[in-house]
């Protein structure tokens, strides 16, 4: 009999599954039955014999004793296997027996425990996840199967054995969807941006799943008003490249991009609501379209105002400055005061004409009078709305000196004309002053 009943701790898990497997596999090797070992009943070298076919009515004396032996071989077979199930079944606790009574010999009852109670190897945890890490995606007809094979993925990370044994592969489930979303075809070129754009560990198998989902939609509704068939959603998509020796390499790789050239996870976290450059970008030209159609249907006034003063006042500074394709316009007008949305609206209807705009509000002061008892010096606050108008300036010369402006050039002479411009109030040949 083995020597050790498997223990079991307090949440029904095995207590050194191992040793007591091999202690009982040893039992069951030294244990021999009509001068066989019971071991081959557990290892599947040694299966059943199968039932002999019913003899008939006339069958002959040799049939009959062939019969016979396989009769006999088959009842040593039985009772031999019967022996093996109850070595097995002794040295489970006896709370646990009922749950393998349905077991009819003893490999599928020792197979049924090692399923229960054993903790996954290394290397069958890696397969396990390996093949759901990196399926074949052109294989999912829907982003529904999809998600039940991720559903799958995340209750095996929640397995506390696979998580002990494989310390590479982390609990969050972004890192094996941030490598899947790597595979995604051009056509889903946003949402795989999108992923990437994220840090593994805020990346959910929700939100995956539902991006994923209304790009399905979108795509087969469109193909149902065009009358064709929709294309399934994972057409496209990469193969997998990984194998199971690559694949911890890959994870390890991506992981120490995220953990070193990265930044810390609560730093990403403070500073990734700010938009990227390219994003901003991007979408500017919308947005500036959106904000001229705005201007004209709910503010057409000040709208109608700002273009005149483009027209009077800032359109003559541009063609003065038109060789240097720079130009500073200076204004005290009310409007650009009064209104908040003034300002904004003068650098979007130039940006709009291919200019580039940017402004700021300068305040000075104005030297105007000396206390003669005190000397100190009375002055004026004058606040002043100052814009850089940047264009493209025509090529007078084809010689290298003029063709070849370098960027520094230009920023040195934008900046010896910011400084002239803080020196003097009103700048005559860039500036116009209503009074």
Partial sequence: ??????????????????????????????????????????????????????????????????????????????????????????????????????????????????????????????????????????????????????RALESSYRAASIEAQLSVFPPPIGVPLYLIAMRLPDRLATARDTFLSLHPADLTLADFVATLSAIE?????????????????????????????????????ELQYQSALELNLTTF???????????????????????????????????????AVIDSQVIPIIRRSALSGFAIFNTELPVFFDQPGAPQMLADILAERGYFVYWQTRIREVPVRIDPATFAIECLRRTTMEFHIKFDRPLIRSSDALSSLSASSFLTATAAMASASSRSLMPHSATFDPR
């Fill in 217 to 253: 939609t979108r795509e087969r509704t469109i193909a149902q008003s065009n009358g064709t068939a929709a294309v399934p959603i994972f057409q496209g998509c990469a193969p997998s490249q990984y194998t199971y020796s690559d694949a911890y390499a890959t994870i390890e790789k």
């Fill in 269 to 307: 976290r403070a500073i990734s609501h700010i938009p990227l450059a390219s994003d901003v970008a991007k979408y500017a030209r919308q947005n500036m379209v959106t904000r001229l159609d705005s201007y004209q249907q709910k503010d057409l006034r000040t709208f109608k105002e700002v273009v």
């Fill in 1 to 150: 009999m083995v020597n050790v009943v498997l223990r079991l701790d307090a949440k029904g898990r095995a207590v050194d599954f191992e040793a007591w497997l091999a202690d009982l596999r040893l039992h069951l090797k030294v244990q021999r039955q009509d001068g066989q070992s019971l071991a081959v009943h557990v290892d599947g070298k040694l299966p059943c014999p199968p039932a002999p076919a019913a003899l008939a009515s006339d069958a002959t004396s040799a049939e009959r004793e062939v019969f016979t032996a396989v009769e006999l071989a088959r009842s040593i077979w039985v009772s031999r296997d019967a022996a093996a199930q109850l070595a097995i079944s002794r040295a489970l606790p006896l709370s646990e027996r009922p749950h393998f009574r349905a077991m009819e010999i003893a490999k599928e009852f020792l197979d049924a425990v090692i399923a229960r109670y054993s903790t996954p190897s290394s290397a069958s945890a890696g397969r396990l996840l390996l093949s759901l890490l990196f399926p074949d995606l052109a294989s999912f007809s829907t982003v529904a199967n999809l998600a039940n094979h991720l």
